[in-house]
């Protein structure tokens, strides 16, 4: 089957982390978001990647890191092409430079020409998809963790590519935290004292994507973090802001590749 060309893991003795490794040349991602750091690289074949604005093709010797909340977006330009990528919580990146003695490090959303680094996050991903010692997996993160953060990590403020606003911030908080209920673009509007023009159209030039889009990634990660529980389906569907199990699996086969209950399969 198709979707089988797209697999998710998450290495037991890792919190936090996720990894991706998708063979489907097809599949390709519209402006989304993570609440989470993204690093990744191409196997096979290239990616054109837009993030921040800028668009730029990934090369064999490069990988892209995300910031967590930056829209990007990526699809394939060659005939074949494998992509993996790595989900890192911010807060693991953060205890990893604490433990080197550093402060609170972030990273710039944006491609890295650096063939070491990238060598180290190509050894890394493969270990944490097949290998379960929990000492080895450890320590080979820290590593290379630890090798990103000295050569590319930024200290003293992650300085955003966009600059968010006052309005665009109170919406993505309301969007955020409330997006189980049923809301109406006029009511975030009026919440956000704009119309609803006005508000679409400040909304997609600093983020990158509409207020609709944004809505449905904060439902869309929010089903994704609860199908590693036992809860059904419908119901993470329902307290996720979707309106069955059937509005869910649409949704999320074409922000992830598969199925909801595929992807859960895969990560348990």
């Given at each position: 089957?198709?979707?089988?060309?797209?697999?998710?893991?998450?290495?037991?003795?890792?919190?936090?982390?996720?990894?991706?490794?998708?063979a489907?040349?097809?599949?390709?991602?519209?402006?989304?978001?993570?609440?989470?750091?993204?690093?990744w690289?191409?196997?096979?074949?290239?990616?054109?990647?837009?993030?921040?604005?800028?668009?730029?093709?990934?090369?064999?010797?490069?990988?892209?890191?995300?910031?967590?909340?930056?829209?990007?977006?990526?699809?394939?330009?060659?005939?074949?092409?494998?992509?993996?990528?790595?989900?890192?919580?911010?807060?693991?990146?953060?205890?990893?430079?604490?433990?080197?003695?550093?402060?609170?490090?972030?990273?710039?959303?944006?491609?890295?020409?650096?063939?070491?680094?990238?060598?180290?996050?190509?050894?890394?991903?493969?270990?944490?998809?097949?290998?379960?010692?929990?000492?080895?997996?450890?320590?080979?993160?820290?590593?290379?963790?630890?090798?990103?953060?000295?050569?590319?990590?930024?200290?003293?403020?992650?300085?955003?590519?966009?600059r968010?606003?006052?309005?665009?911030?109170?919406?993505?908080?309301?969007?955020?935290?409330?997006?189980?209920?049923?809301?109406?673009?006029?009511?975030?509007?009026?919440?956000?004292?704009c119309?609803?023009?006005?508000?679409?159209?400040?909304?997609?030039?600093?983020?990158?994507?509409?207020?609709?889009?944004?809505?449905?990634?904060?439902?869309?990660?929010?089903?994704?973090?609860?199908?590693?529980?036992?809860?059904?389906?419908?119901?993470?569907?329902?307290?996720?802001?979707?309106?069955?199990?059937?509005?869910?699996?649409?949704?999320?086969?074409?922000?992830f590749?598969?199925?909801?209950?595929?992807?859960?399969?895969?990560i348990?």
């Amino acid at each position: 089957m198709k979707n089988q060309l797209v697999t998710y893991h998450r290495p037991a003795s890792l919190d936090g982390v996720e990894l991706l490794h998708c063979a489907d040349r097809d599949f390709s991602l519209a402006p989304h978001v993570h609440d989470s750091y993204v690093f990744w690289f191409n196997g096979l074949g290239g990616d054109r990647v837009t993030v921040g604005g800028v668009s730029d093709i990934l090369q064999p010797d490069s990988f892209g890191i995300v910031a967590p909340g930056e829209v990007h977006a990526n699809h394939a330009v060659t005939d074949r092409r494998t992509l993996h990528s790595m989900y890192v919580d911010a807060a693991i990146v953060d205890d990893v430079a604490r433990q080197r003695g550093e402060r609170v490090a972030e990273f710039r959303s944006r491609l890295y020409r650096d063939p070491e680094a990238r060598r180290k996050l190509v050894q890394l991903h493969a270990l944490l998809m097949h290998v379960d010692d929990p000492f080895a997996v450890r320590e080979a993160f820290i590593e290379s963790i630890g090798l990103l953060l000295e050569r590319h990590g930024e200290y003293g403020g992650f300085v955003a590519v966009c600059r968010d606003p006052v309005k665009v911030r109170q919406v993505k908080t309301i969007m955020s935290e409330r997006f189980g209920e049923p809301l109406d673009l006029d009511g975030v509007a009026a919440e956000a004292g704009c119309s609803v023009c006005h508000l679409i159209r400040l909304f997609r030039r600093e983020t990158g994507m509409t207020p609709h889009a944004y809505l449905m990634e904060c439902r869309l990660n929010h089903a994704r973090s609860r199908l590693s529980g036992k809860n059904a389906i419908t119901d993470i569907a329902l307290e996720s802001g979707f309106t069955d199990q059937s509005h869910l699996t649409r949704r999320f086969h074409a922000r992830f590749g598969l199925t909801p209950g595929r992807y859960r399969t895969q990560i348990a």
